[in-house]
């Protein structure tokens, strides 16, 4: 299938790795939001405009798919729904390297890097990111839109409901529910569940409500790909 990655920033470049390792789809190129990237390439494909290209590329170059790379969550999904808007279908982006339990359920515009492990009966929703490394144990079910970080670890039966976040090294303990829109910062222990629209730190983590310094810790927080980046030709 020919497919565009949307998003020209450095996890569309991981995807683009995962796609030329996993030789399931023909990705014709990027798209972008920011306009002044249009015509440049990247890593040998072009930056072919913004979504408002797709009927465009659909109808001359025959592109029938996108993934949505995007780190924010809430963008992710909206982007997607943007992209089904035009007919088109959204495509998964798995790592070979990416170990399935034969009965794990994937939703779309799924993106699972290199090193993941998922195990059995897990169900991962639409427009998931796990990222390069992580564990997801037994039966656990990672809703839409939320992203599992790098090396973070979650044991069996953990829920992780839609849009949220769980950091780099984290470790969820099992049976435990991390709320909606919630974030589990970068190396934290979650031994309980994780209340919606929260975020807790630290080991064991608990709840903060107030963080001083709020740039800075969004800057550990957050990996690199979710910032604002420079542009190059």
């Given at each position: 299938?020919k497919?565009?990655?949307?998003g020209?920033?450095?996890?569309?470049r991981?995807?683009?790795?995962?796609?030329?390792n996993?030789?399931?789809?023909?990705?014709?190129g990027?798209?972008?939001?920011?306009?002044?990237?249009a015509?440049?390439?990247?890593?040998?494909?072009?930056?072919?405009?913004?979504?408002?290209?797709?009927p465009?590329?659909?109808?001359?170059?025959?592109v029938?798919?996108?993934?949505?790379?995007?780190?924010?969550?809430?963008?992710r999904?909206?982007?997607?729904?943007r992209?089904?808007?035009?007919d088109?279908r959204?495509?998964?982006a798995i790592?070979?390297?990416?170990n399935?339990a034969?009965?794990?359920?994937?939703g779309?515009?799924v993106?699972?890097?290199?090193?993941a492990l998922?195990?059995?009966h897990?169900?991962?929703g639409?427009?998931v990111?796990?990222?390069?490394g992580c564990i997801?144990d037994?039966?656990?079910m990672?809703?839409?839109?939320?992203?599992?970080?790098p090396?973070?670890?979650?044991?069996?039966?953990?829920?992780?409901?839609?849009?949220?976040?769980?950091?780099?090294?984290?470790?969820?303990?099992?049976s435990?529910?991390i709320g909606?829109e919630?974030?589990v910062?970068a190396?934290?222990?979650?031994i309980?569940?994780?209340a919606?629209?929260t975020?807790v730190v630290?080991?064991p983590?608990r709840?903060i409500?107030?963080?001083?310094?709020?740039d800075?810790f969004t800057d550990?927080?957050?990996?690199?790909f979710?910032?604002p980046?420079?542009?190059?030709r």
């Amino acid at each position: 299938m020919k497919c565009v990655i949307v998003g020209a920033g450095g996890h569309g470049r991981v995807i683009l790795d995962i796609l030329i390792n996993a030789k399931e789809h023909d990705v014709v190129g990027f798209l972008d939001s920011n306009t002044d990237l249009a015509g440049r390439r990247m890593d040998g494909r072009q930056i072919l405009g913004d979504l408002s290209a797709l009927p465009r590329l659909r109808d001359e170059l025959g592109v029938e798919g996108a993934v949505i790379a995007i780190g924010d969550n809430g963008v992710r999904r909206d982007f997607a729904d943007r992209v089904e808007e035009q007919d088109l279908r959204l495509v998964n982006a798995i790592h070979p390297s990416a170990n399935l339990a034969h009965n794990v359920t994937l939703g779309r515009n799924v993106v699972i890097a290199a090193g993941a492990l998922v195990c059995a009966h897990c169900q991962i929703g639409d427009s998931v990111i796990l990222n390069t490394g992580c564990i997801v144990d037994h039966e656990s079910m990672i809703g839409t839109a939320t992203h599992i970080c790098p090396g973070a670890r979650l044991a069996g039966r953990v829920t992780v409901e839609s849009g949220a976040f769980v950091g780099i090294g984290a470790t969820v303990i099992q049976s435990v529910r991390i709320g909606y829109e919630s974030v589990v910062a970068a190396g934290a222990v979650v031994i309980g569940d994780v209340a919606p629209l929260t975020t807790v730190v630290g080991v064991p983590a608990r709840e903060i409500k107030d963080v001083a310094g709020a740039d800075d810790f969004t800057d550990w927080l957050i990996p690199e790909f979710m910032r604002p980046q420079v542009s190059q030709r």
